[in-house]
């Protein structure tokens, strides 16, 4: 089994900051891409950003400049950098990760995606 437990998260005033941590365990062999998504209320999920294994980032372009994704491999872990934070960053932050497992390699499986449980963010004066 594998889980990611998500942290951080909160209330900040517009143009604060925040940061949003997440961690896998498990039975894991390897973590691949990592990333986070968002689901503000009546949108759907959005991709925010995503780091590949070497280190590779892609940003939406609503975050370019103001949010920074970064991991370590080590840890199995992926941080989201949240500055100048606005109104419209408001939305439910879900950590997700590719990852093959241990009885994946033993069954001659490829990777899955796994979720954290979400986090809300809300920017808000």
């Known amino acids: 089994q594998v889980q990611l437990v998500e942290s951080g998260g909160g209330l900040v005033q517009p143009g604060g900051s925040l940061g949003l941590s997440c961690a896998a365990s498990?039975?894991?062999?390897?973590?691949?891409?990592m990333g986070w998504y968002r689901q503000a209320p009546g949108k759907q999920r959005e991709l925010v950003a995503a780091?590949?294994?070497?280190?590779?980032?892609n940003y939406a372009d609503s975050v370019k400049g103001r949010f920074t994704i970064s991991r370590d491999n080590a840890k199995n872990t992926v941080s989201l950098q949240m500055n100048s934070l606005k109104p419209e960053d408001t939305a439910v932050y879900y950590c997700?990760?590719?990852?093959?497992?241990?009885?994946?390699?033993?069954?001659?499986?490829?990777?899955?995606?796994?979720w954290g449980q979400g986090t809300q963010v809300t920017v808000s004066s």
């Open positions: 780091i590949t294994r070497g280190g590779s980032t």
């Open positions: 498990g039975s894991i062999f390897s973590i691949y891409t």
């Open positions: 997700n990760a590719v990852i093959r497992t241990l009885e994946d390699m033993r069954l001659a499986y490829g990777e899955h995606d796994y």
